[in-house]
Structure formats: structure tokens, C-alpha cells
């Protein structure tokens, strides 16, 4: 799928921890069968290392991670490929390294009640703890309306969730 430029579309799946950005992303890759990356396995071990203890990441900390990311999307997108991630993405400054992917990236901003991202968190075996919910909701910057997205409500039930971002593409 392209844009109508003719670039290939790239579906950046973005929200805080426990949103449900790769529920979601999953999803979508059901439906539409391309390649998926999960941000969380471009972290180097170092960033692995901090969340595990609760040290919330650093700008510095997420550059590298965030470049990689990138450079995955953008081998793609030289062959014309599309992709989708999922990937926190919390302030416009990082998302705006993810776009250096590809000129056809579009965010699927997973947003959330703070009390059922906690209980999802709580209920799952990750290496980020809820303890980090909070530094994650104080770094995130909601999608500015100059940048190609939308918005959706994780509460709502994931096939629901796939239907509207293909519908909002025009992929449906």
C-alpha cells in the first residue's frame, strides 16, 4: 500500500506502556500482512537493563533505539515495502526520527485511562514496571495536528480498533 504520492505507507502504532500499541499493531498485521517490527526488541540491553529497575529512560537512552528503528523502515521503504511498528513515540521530537523512515509514516496514537493502563501493566510479564506509567504520561507529547495521525481509544475491543485504522487509510 502506498500513499497517493507513491510512497509506501508506515503505521507507527504510539502509546505509553500497557496502551495496547501492539495488541493493535498485531492486529493490523493480521489484516494486512506486512512486516511488523516491535519496538521494544530494538532497545539495546542497556535500556532493557534500566526499565527493568525502574530508571525511567533518558533523551540519550532513546536516540540509537529510535535511529534503529528508522533505518529498519526506511530499508523498506527503499524497496517499497510497507511496514508497521509498534513503538512508544512519546514526544514529537522522536517521532520525528521515525518519519526520516519514510515519507508515508502515519501514528496510530493508542491513548488510555491512567487506571486501566495500570491494570494492564500490573497484569502482564514485561520488563517495563508500572512504576515507570507515570515518567512515561510526563514525557508524552499527544499527536500535534501538523503530524499524520489519529488518535484511538484502547478500551475499545481490538477488532474494532484494526477496522478503524484501516477504514481511516482507506485499507478497509
Known amino acids: 500500500m502506498t500513499t497517493p504520492g507513491g510512497s509506501p505507507l508506515h503505521l507507527v502504532f504510539m502509546g505509553v506502556s500497557g496502551s495496547g500499541k501492539s495488541t493493535v499493531a498485531r492486529a493490523v498485521q493480521e489484516r494486512l500482512g506486512w512486516e511488523l517490527a516491535e519496538g521494544d526488541d530494538f532497545h539495546p540491553p542497556e ?6 529497575k525502574g530508571i525511567p529512560l533518558k533523551d540519550a537512552d532513546r536516540w540509537g533505539w529510535l535511529e534503529s528503528l528508522a533505518a ?6 527503499a524497496r517499497g515495502e510497507p511496514t508497521l511498528i509498534a513503538c512508544s513515540a512519546l514526544r514529537k521530537a522522536y517521532r520525528d526520527v521515525l518519519r526520516r523512515g519514510g515519507e508515508g509514516t502515519f501514528f496510530v496514537h493508542c491513548t488510555g485511562d491512567k487506571h486501566m493502563l495500570l491494570e494492564r501493566m500490573s497484569a502482564r510479564d514485561h520488563f517495563m514496571p508500572p512504576s515507570l506509567l507515570e515518567s512515561q504520561l510526563d514525557t ?14 484502547p478500551a475499545l475491543p481490538v477488532d474494532r ?8 487509510l482507506g485499507l478497509a
Open 47 to 52: 535500556n532493557v537493563a534500566k526499565m527493568s
Open 72 to 77: 529498519w523502515t526506511a530499508e523498506r521503504d
Open 140 to 153: 508524552l507529547e499527544p499527536l500535534s495536528p501538523d503530524e499524520h495521525g489519529m488518535d484511538v481509544d
Open 161 to 168: 480498533l484494526a477496522a478503524m485504522v484501516l477504514a481511516r
